[in-house]
């Protein structure tokens, strides 16, 4: 059990953004997905969303001035749930949401975006991130439950959304078979009309453990192209081609950052169910029993302030400040990094108080060094 000081030292006592998951069905059925029961009907009551609405209302006073806390409505496809399901389960938070005090965000698929949907995300202001990993060819891992491939519907729901004029983001991952591709990819990402492109390089997570990883020399090229085509092309910002700039910034000018800043999101996540995990939302769902199930609570018992507070005596929160400990005393990437990604170390190292993982190789230490050989490269030329 960790000592209240040790969990303050890094992981932010109230949460910046809680994710939401008002069903685990998808109606897709991705070659990748780590959620181990997309197949389930499992839709969130009203009662759950109204235990998380006034655990968000007790959070309030704590959030940073002019910054409202996030509602991340994400697993499964959150617009499975239909037109008339979804606004009951937003119903609880309209107060919160008119005062300014959260923002809605969602994470689909947009096979099922209809101007309906339009109308709906525009009137609740949701800010929308679209999940599509390129180019039919690129996307050929996003398929449906017969097997067929997704990328027209998808690509038809973007064009429902540019139409209504409803900004949104991209969410691409990035596997074995696109890495050598990144011009490909991010052209046709920019084409789209986003305003944001976010990349994930294929993860061994949840249940997806046996495909074909993208390799380190591969992810350090693709950074270094990504980094080529972001300096010769206007249109979208690369996601993580920001947060490193925006780390380099602070570097480059010894600019005191808030010591606030620094902690981790406990990123509170709410399953159909109202059982939180914490930490990393990939770790909902999966039975782990030497960790309870990573469950830190249920907002129909307690409010996600208590839970929070009590969540230095979880064994799996302890297991990773120590990780978090031994990442900083040994790392050199840490202070970019921060040492993250709890469900990373778990899926695979089985353990939270291990330090590198192939995600840290792959999508932190490749990004850095594919700066470092650009810079040399140019200073050389």
Known sequence: MSEPHRYDRHLARRPQSVVVQPTSFCNLDCTYCYLPHRDRREHMAVEVADAVARSVTELAPALSPGR??????????????GLR?????????????????VHHYVQTNATLVSDDWCRFLARYQFRV???????????????????????DRIVKGVA???????????IAVV??????????????????????IGINIEETEGVNTTRPMPTVEQARQFWRRTMAWSRRTPGPKVR?????????????????????????????????AG?????SPELAGIAAPAYDDFRAGNVLHQSLASILDGAHRLRYVD???????????????????????????????????TTETNYCRVSRQALITALSDTVREEQAA
Not at 85 to 101: H, S
């Open 240 to 272: 993580e081609l920001a947060r490193l700039g925006d780390y380099l910034h602070a570097a480059r000018t010894a600019r005191q950052t808030d010591r606030g800043a620094l902690l981790i999101d406990p990123i509170p996540t709410v399953s159909a």
């Open 275 to 279: 059982d939180v995990v914490l930490l």
């Open 68 to 81: 409202p806390l996030e509602l991340v409505w994400h697993a499964g496809e959150p617009l499975a749930l």
């Open 175 to 196: 596997t074995a078979e696109s890495v050598d591709r990144p011009e490909d990819l991010l052209d046709f990402l920019a084409g789209l009309g986003c305003h944001t």
């Open 85 to 101: 399901r979804f606004g009951e389960l937003l119903a609880p938070f309209e107060p919160l949401r008119q005062a300014g005090l």
């Open 319 to 353: 297991e990773f400040l120590t990780g978090l400990e031994r990442c900083e005393a040994t790392c050199q990437f840490f202070d970019f990094c921060r040492g993250a990604q709890a469900g990373n170390r778990y899926f695979e190292n089985g353990r939270l108080d």
């Open 129 to 151: 991130g679209v999940s599509i990993d390129g180019p039919a060819a690129l996307n050929a891992q996003r398929v449906d439950r017969k097997g067929k491939p997704a990328f």
């Open 160 to 170: 429902r959304l540019r139409e209504a004029g409803i900004a949104f983001s991209v």
